[in-house]
């Protein structure tokens, strides 16, 4: 692999790993707010 390659493969591994915390965040979010509706019904 070339530099160019395995900088851009490195950028995109950070980039996933951020996508992986805000799918993260989202899930545990979505999830309290189910819990938070169920316990009103």
Known sequence: MRVNQLK???E???ELA???????????????LKNLI???L
């Open 18 to 32: 951020e996508f992986k915390r805000m799918y993260a965040d989202l899930a545990f979010e979505n999830n309290a």
């Open 8 to 10: 851009k493969m490195k």
């Open 12 to 14: 995109m591994e950070s």
């Open 38 to 40: 169920e316990k009103k």
